[in-house]
């Protein structure tokens, strides 16, 4: 778990990361170097769940890389999909991480959403419903690595 106790919004406890894949944790359907390392290192606090139309086809390969299993989204009302996702673990539990059209309801839904700015585009809805915008998937699971910067962001 990860605690964050913002002043103006008070104390948030963060049990779920939920990750949009494609465009958010890989580039044309695969990892980043590091991407791997980041979320190990991030288990021991949080739940990992990866959320996925698998645009690219790839997605066994990236569950098999990370050992779990993602969740597949279906076609058609695909941000509605992954916001009942986000709600059914306790939205106030998770940080939800996505750059695509269909994750800005699941950022808005979490208890913290975080955008990325992605070399696959970034849509501006999730970029303007997202409660912070970082510049790469790294630089996101950095800040839930290094939470204080986190709270200073979001101070009010």
Same mark, same amino acid.
């Given at each position: 778990?990860?605690?964050?106790?913002?002043?103006?919004?008070?104390?948030?406890? $963060?049990?779920?990361?939920?990750?949009? @894949?494609?465009?958010?944790? #890989?580039?044309?359907? =695969?990892?980043?170097?590091?991407?791997?390392?980041? !979320?190990?290192?991030?288990?021991?606090? !949080?739940?990992?769940? !990866? !959320?996925?139309?698998?645009?690219?086809?790839?997605?066994?390969?990236?569950? =098999?890389?990370?050992? $779990?299993?993602?969740?597949?989204?279906?076609?058609?009302? +695909?941000?509605?999909?992954?916001?009942?996702?986000? =709600?059914?673990?306790?939205?106030?539990?998770?940080?939800?991480?996505? =750059?695509?059209?269909?994750?800005? +309801?699941?950022?808005?839904? #979490?208890?913290?959403?975080?955008?990325?700015?992605?070399?696959?585009?970034?849509?501006?809805?999730?970029?303007?419903?997202?409660? $912070? @915008?970082?510049?790469?998937?790294?630089? #996101?699971? +950095?800040?839930?690595?290094?939470?204080?910067?986190?709270? #200073?962001?979001?101070?009010?």
């Amino acid at each position: 778990m990860i605690e964050l106790n913002i002043p103006g919004r008070g104390l948030v406890r $963060l049990e779920h990361l939920v990750c949009d @894949v494609n465009g958010t944790l #890989a580039v044309d359907g =695969q990892l980043p170097e590091g991407v791997k390392h980041r !979320l190990t290192s991030l288990r021991d606090r !949080l739940i990992l769940h !990866l !959320l996925t139309a698998d645009t690219h086809g790839r997605q066994n390969s990236i569950d =098999q890389q990370l050992n $779990l299993k993602s969740i597949r989204i279906q076609p058609g009302m +695909e941000g509605e999909q992954k916001a009942r996702y986000v =709600q059914q673990l306790g939205a106030g539990t998770v940080v939800a991480i996505g =750059q695509g059209a269909n994750d800005a +309801e699941m950022l808005q839904a #979490a208890a913290l959403g975080i955008c990325v700015l992605s070399v696959e585009g970034t849509a501006v809805t999730t970029l303007l419903g997202a409660d $912070l @915008v970082v510049p790469d998937i790294h630089e #996101a699971l +950095e800040l839930l690595e290094k939470p204080l910067r986190i709270v #200073a962001t979001l101070r009010r």
